[in-house]
Each structure stands twice: as structure tokens, then as C-alpha cells.
């Protein structure tokens, strides 16, 4: 293998990994955080939930999904309103986040960069 081939696996295995470090960072962080949020509900209260829902709309526009994000941001602002409201909303988003629906990725193979 020559050093231009070599370089341009090397190039490649980085941009997979800076892309699938921003989609954990992001995508899936913003997933578990609903999770939290939403089975302990009960211990949180109005301001809680309000300051969780808002970063984790955050971290979804930083992802690019600006739907979900704005979803999240109007569940924060309708919580004290209505805590129904605000779980069929979670719930919308939840539905339409791409991480709910992406396939589980298999490891990927064994890439050695020396």
C-alpha cells in the first residue's frame, strides 16, 4: 500500500469516527436524556423538566433535526400549562427522532491506523 493510499484510509477512518462521535454526542445523548426525564417525571418538577427539555432541544438543532428540536422547546414552555400537553409532545418528538428509527450499527471491523 503506498503513503497516498494509507493517508486517504486514514482520512476516511477519521471522518467516520468525527461523525460518529458528533451523532453519540448528540442524537443518542439527547435520546437518554428524554428517557430520564420522562420515566422520572414524577421527581422532577415544572423548572426541572423546563431546563431538561430545552437542552436537549439544544442538542437536537446542534444535529441538525430542527423539528424534534422544536418540539422539545414547546414541551418546555407548556409544561406548567399541561402535563398531558406536554407528554403528547414528547411524545411527537420522540416519534420522529431518527435515532428511534435508525437500525442498530454493527461494529465496525477491525481498522488499525498505525
Known amino acids: ?39 422520572n417525571r414524577v421527581a422532577f418538577n415544572m423548572k426541572d423538566a423546563q431546563e431538561c427539555c430545552k437542552f436537549i432541544s439544544t442538542l437536537c438543532s446542534e444535529a441538525g433535526c430542527e423539528e424534534q428540536s422544536q418540539l422539545c422547546a414547546k414541551a418546555a414552555d407548556i ?8 407528554l403528547d409532545i414528547c411524545q411527537q418528538s420522540c416519534m420522529k427522532c431518527g435515532e428511534s428509527r435508525k437500525p442498530v450499527q454493527k461494529k465496525a471491523q477491525n481498522n488499525y491506523v498505525a
Do not use: H, N
Open 1 to 39: 500500500m503506498d503513503i497516498m493510499s494509507m493517508e486517504l484510509s486514514r482520512q476516511q477512518l477519521r471522518e467516520q469516527a468525527l461523525s460518529r462521535f458528533k451523532y453519540v454526542r448528540t442524537c443518542i445523548l439527547a435520546r437518554e436524556l428524554c428517557l430520564l426525564v420522562r420515566t
Open 79 to 86: 409544561v406548567p400549562e399541561s402535563e398531558e400537553k406536554y
